[in-house]
């Protein structure tokens, strides 16, 4: 896996983390706009359209 891929699973699960704690929850409710949220559900759609093809292929 590329540095690049496993950076941005790093920042995917910070996503997950984010939500479970009160304060990181309303902080991230905050940055998550309608254009973010956009950007990142697109991201990993293209990753994980990736990694079913990587699959396939093994």
Do not use: G, W
């Not at 699973?9 to 940055?31: C, E, G, M, W």
Request: proline content about 2%; charged content about 30%; glycine content about 0%.
């Amino acid at each position: 896996m590329a540095e690049s891929e496993i950076e941005f699973l790093d920042i995917v699960t910070s996503f997950n983390i984010a939500v479970r704690y009160p304060d990181a929850k309303f902080q991230f409710h905050r940055q998550c706009t309608e254009a973010f949220a956009r950007e990142y559900l697109e991201k990993i759609a293209a990753f994980a359209s990736r990694l079913e093809e990587q699959i396939r292929d093994a």
